[in-house]
């Protein structure tokens, strides 16, 4: 069994690099996690698989970088979100096909594997359905499905 | 009912010392930190530098090395140190146990930066993840302020009301680096940043030193100024992250908040005098509601009509704060705070001050901090 | 001077290890976590969320674990996580009950771990001090003691061999030590000088291990498995470095000795158990010359054939055998080791009767050096 | 010296220490306030804190205080051996690391009187070295 925390984050990006998004999922408990790693954060067991998850998300905050602030990333505007998946992990991801102004917390998103802006596969999002009237602001109760 | 020593008030700031904020062009981190030093030790009346067995200070953005710093200064203090993470409120409250357990008997904590080209610069330098392009600890504000505005339905001038006070109260305090006037017009007015955060709503990077000086108790009544005890702590920092419920509203200040009343057997009404690290103006928010000065939601309606400046109902970051006089991550926030105590402030007094919160509000790591001090 | 809120008040109640030595690719953080959940054991703490406090430890080359990836990796969000910036044992360990003693924490857990390459093999110290001259390794500065030292007291290196020798000998009645081969003195002559006057077998080699300790408020240890070990004092010095101290403080300073006797209650004569910070045998000398066990340039008299710093001696030091023979962890294991002999679980090797021991840390960089030291009582 | 020594690392203070060495002297910061002799150089006078300082030379001269021999090469630059590190207080005061290239094991001892030699390296730099006194 693979017992550093990087070998867990190379599998994980290995799984996208195939095409499929799968999280870390404790068997003894149940929990998934990112962030990866070799014990589980709930109930310490070292026992997991790589679950698949169903895509659905919500956002929960979300910024626009509207001046650079780092030589890296000039190209402005772009966004960062902090998404919750249905399965009830977060994420910190872009949200690709929205316009500034468009994005808002409660907003329904799906996910998808995009290339990042370092060329790496990564977990990215897209709206659910095309912009459908107001948003409504994310509760930590929010169960809501797809 | 608490285990903590501090009520016991064994230890107390003895000294404050700091320059003038902006850019120094000629004069490096060290001689800043040897000049707000010096003036730490001059308001303390301590003529023998030798007395000072303890020196902290904080590497973090081009801080200082307090080895270093010893060995231009010439002393050989049986404790030198630094943290992990040191802003302000964390690196005193290291002073405060090697002094309370009897480690040492004066310590002096000393921070200065100058990084040549960066002041006027949006603070915040940090890289979290490259692949996202997630940067600079303002986008953390940022994610939570759109979350908070979506959730109570905030306004675009709430945080204006925090960019106001503080440029309000920087034109009233002499060593502040951006005493220019704000008026909610313009900062309306002003560009998002990092939406929805505008330039008025992220500190800006300054050049300067600030040194606090910490003895015993039985020292500190000797020496020329009136002390001003700690009285309290709470702390809380968040490993997990995002795991947490509502992260990006800060949930770690309420476990800060329920350690430190609980240890001061006090409430946030007996609060006169509130200095938060205020690397973004959202900072003040969470912090007003997260520490119960008010109500979830309800900090806009609390700062509406000067409730947060000078004469209001909760002055806070009466010097400007990081927004207005500098930012020196905090550790300057505490030498306003024991000037407010000792009545010494002038123009900017808060009346009849007596005691005084301080609430740290790192983002890099998340990390939440508050004490609380006072005289008596 | 008053220690009232440290003397009893802070207890170390759990203590785990890995054995010290080669541990393949396993990494640092799972090695903590072992250790960890032993020192939990050990205890009797079974609800991690009791941990209100994690420190880290990571040193100047990066080895360590940090505090933050721990606590997130062990799912717990204590209030407190963090390190100080010289973490070894002692610097590490006062600020552990520090944060008890203000009432910060009840309940901290201190771990390190590390898994650097060369293991068992390198010896330790690799940092550059001035390339101009080639003045490389923290065992030179060692080394430049112990010349002076040597001149001024007309002492030999054989002092330092009797030292090497009897921690091999404890660390052979060690099963967690990393070497267990016999050594003798006669050995020890005939090895070479690797930096002279000091042999290979002066200086510790770096390894590979775990090790955790949980630090408790009194109530909190009242209710644990184990009888506590109390803190009696802390006690910090420092020196200035190589251009301006005098050439034994670059390791301990007399000053320390007086001032933490003092705090703890208790004189020379009471200490059962001594462990020195010992990347190098001088490290030992030095340590008993400046906590006045001896007066200075006694260290050789004091120590004469080695058995008086046996585990059956006057003064039974590195009863694991150190760094120089267990592994090293940067002080780390020897609080293990005295926590375990002030319980009496220490085998063939056990102190009869121990019931107070001194620590004495060290370390620093060229501009500085660094002491820590702490007093230990078998607790109630 | 036969090692290759890299060039020293220079800020604003230490440019005029390694500006002495070029020019085989030994230049030390001399504190115009208290006259305290400093080394290493720092923008302040470790005794008094003045900030005013003349760079004055000083007598090269100096005792062996501590010495070193590595018998082993322990960095890549240096790997011929064996080599001392030698610690030397020069008669103005300060103690300074560096070596005595013409010195052997059994001729070096705590004590010794030295004065300073000066080894110009090809990097435009000089490195302060010792050799020993000739007895009188």
Known sequence: ???????????????????????????????????????????????????????????????WYMQPLHPRFTDVPYNVALVRLDEGVRLIASVEEVAPGELQPGQRLRAKIATSLQGNPVVAFRPEKPQRGPSRAAHPDDKETP | MSRQ????????????????????PDRGAYALGMDAFKAALADAGIDDRHRIDGVLTSRQLSGIDPMQFCR?????????????????????????????????????????????????????????????????????FALGWSQYKARYGAGEEVLGYVAVAAHRHAALNPIAAWPELLTMKQYLADDYVVSPLRSWDIARITAGGVALIFARREIAQDLAKKPVYLHAVGRQQAPRLYENE????????????????????????????????????????????????CGEGEAGAFMAGGGIEIGGRLPVNPSGGQLGEGYLVGWLQHAELVRQLRGECGARQVADAQIAQYCATGRQREDFLSSIYVIE | MSQDSIKRKVAIVGVGMTRQGEHGDTSPLLLGV???????????????????????????????????????????????????????????LHYAAMLIASGACKLVAVVYARNPPGCMTAISGAQEYDLQYGFVNAAA????????????????????????????????????????????????????????????????????????LLLASPDMAAGCAKRPVDFLAIGREASHGLERGEHMSFFSVPQIAPRLFQAGGVSQSDIDLMYVYDPTTVSVAAALENFGFCPPGGCEDFIGDGSTIAFDGVLPLNTHGGHLSEGYLVGFTHHVELVRQLRGECGERQVKDAKVALYAGGGGVRAQFYQSASLFARGD | MPQRSPPPAGDRCSAHYADGLRAHAILLQHCTECGHVRYPAAPICPQCWSERAEW???????????FVWYMESLHPNFTEIPYNVTLVRLDAGPVVVSSLPDATIDSLRVGDRVHATFSDEPGGFSVLLFEKDQEA
């Open chain 2, 72 to 140: 231009y200064a010439g002393m050989n203090p049986r404790v030198t140190g630094d943290l992990d993470y040191s802003t302000g409120g964390f690196t005193t409250q290291y002073a405060a146990m090697l002094l309370a357990t009897g480690t040492c008997e004066m310590v002096a904590c000393i921070y200065a930066r100058n990084l040549p080209g960066s002041t006027g610069k949006p603070c915040g330098v940090y890289d979290y993840d490259f692949d996202r392009g997630l940067v600079n600890a303002n986008a953390i």
């Open chain 1, 1 to 63: 069994m693979p017992t550093s925390s990087r070998s867990q984050d190379a599998a994980f990006h290995a799984f996208l690099a195939e095409g499929t998004i799968r999280l870390q999922r404790c068997t003894d408990c149940g929990y998934m996690r990112p962030p990866t790693g070799f014990v589980c954060p709930q109930c310490l067991s070292e026992r997991w698989d790589w679950s698949s998850v169903d895509g659905g998300a919500i956002v929960e905050g979300c910024t």
């Open chain 3, 34 to 92: 072992q250790a960890l959940r032993e020192a939990m054991a050990d205890a009797g703490i079974e609800d991690k969320h009791q941990i209100d406090g994690v420190l880290g430890a990571r040193q100047y080359d990066g080895t360590g674990i940090d505090a933050v990836v721990l606590s997130r990796t062990l799912g717990i969000t204590p209030p407190y996580a963090g390190a100080v910036d010289y973490p070894t044992a002692g610097f590490t």
């Open chain 2, 246 to 293: 509502d992260q990006l509203l800060c949930p770690g200040m309420r476990s800060a908040a329920a350690q430190v009343y609980s240890a001061a057997g006090m409430t946030p009404g007996d609060v006169d005098l509130l200095l938060v690290s205020d690397a973004s103006s959202a900072a003040v928010v969470h912090t007003l509601e997260n520490y119960g000065f």
């Open chain 2, 5 to 24: 020593i501090w009520h016991r008030h064994e230890v107390a700031v003895v000294g404050v010392g700091a320059t003038r904020q902006g850019d120094h």
């Open chain 3, 141 to 212: 500065v060692h080394g430049l003691a112990w010349t002076a030292h040597m001149a001024r007291y007309g002492l030999t290196t054989d002092v330092l061999g009797r030292i090497a020798v009897q921690q091999r000998e404890h660390a052979r009645r060690n099963p967690l030590a990393g070497w267990h081969a016999p050594l003798t003195l006669d050995e020890y002559r005939a090895a070479p000088a690797l930096i002279a006057p000091l042999r290979e077998l002066d200086i510790c080699k770096v390894t590979a291990g775990g090790v955790a």
């Open chain 4, 56 to 66: 004055r030379p000083h007598c090269s001269c100096g005792e062996v205080t501590s």
